[in-house]
T-cell receptor, first 114, second 112 residues
Framework: KAGVTQTPRYLIKTRGQQVTLSCSPISGHRSVSWYQQTPGQGLQFLFEYFSETQRNKGNFPGRFSGRQFSNSRSEMNVSTLELGDSALYLC?????????????FGPGTRLTVT | AQRVTQPEKLLSVFKGAPVELKCNYSYSGSPELFWYVQYSRQRLQLLLRHISRESIKGFTADLNKGETSFHLKKPFAQEEDSAMYYCALSSRFSNAGNMLTFGGGTRLMVKP
């Protein structure tokens, strides 16, 4: 099976702009989660989507939003970009088999805000 | 609130030496723990999960609920083990949702 894919891989934006990142999960996986990775804060949970519904959200401002489509593909959007939003954004998908919960990660989108 | 701590940012060992990457967690429920590895220029990938009690690439990890630890061990390090290692705790929500809480990561360098 193909792994989790994310587009674009690299992005440069200016403060105040907005950005949309895309994630295609592993075929058959219905749960998609997003994480932000920075040198200072490490890996932090943004939100999780399951069957087109946001199930959980991390401690991020409302400028960070997302959605999931019927084919489980997901997008995340960041509006009014700030310099501190520069990070690697990781998407992960999960099969949720039984009581175990394993997440498989994509390569990430590197966002630079100038 | 859940927390995962990896006290060492960098661990440097010689090839053939034993390796132990430390992980401590704080969680009020029944923990589900993982080790993820990120090799240079590769994506984050699952290495071990505690419920399977398996050995992958010679690595093992035992959950110690008394000490709230999930240390990763390998008896003989190889140069190809050089990578960034993350310990992660899975939290279950009442709506069946999940999230991973990651430690800060430990960079393992295996010298020849």
């Amino acid at each position: 099976k193909a792994g989790v894919t994310q587009t674009p891989r690299y992005l440069i934006k200016t403060r105040g702009q907005q950005v949309t990142l895309s994630c295609s999960p592993i075929s058959g996986h219905r749960s998609v989660s997003w994480y932000q990775q920075t040198p200072g804060q490490g890996l932090q949970f943004l939100f999780e989507y399951f069957s087109e519904t946001q199930r959980n959200k991390g401690n991020f401002p409302g400028r960070f939003s997302g959605r999931q489509f019927s084919n489980s593909r997901s997008e995340m959007n960041v509006s009014t970009l700030e310099l501190g939003d520069s990070a690697l954004y990781l998407c992960a998908s999960s099969l949720e088999l039984g009581s175990s919960y394993e997440q498989y990660f994509g390569p990430g989108t590197r966002l630079t805000v100038t | 609130a859940q927390r995962v701590t990896q006290p060492e940012k960098l661990l440097s060992v010689f090839k053939g030496a034993p390796v132990e990457l430390k992980c401590n967690y704080s969680y009020s429920g029944s923990p589900e723990l993982f080790w993820y590895v990120q090799y240079s220029r590769q994506r984050l990938q699952l290495l071990l999960r505690h419920i399977s009690r398996e050995s992958i690439k010679g690595f093992t990890a035992d959950l110690n609920k008394g000490e709230t630890s999930f240390h990763l061990k390998k008896p003989f390090a190889q140069e190809e083990d050089s990578a960034m290692y993350y310990c992660a705790l899975s939290s279950r929500f009442s709506n069946a949702g999940n999230m991973l809480t990651f430690g800060g990561g430990t960079r393992l360098m295996v010298k020849p």
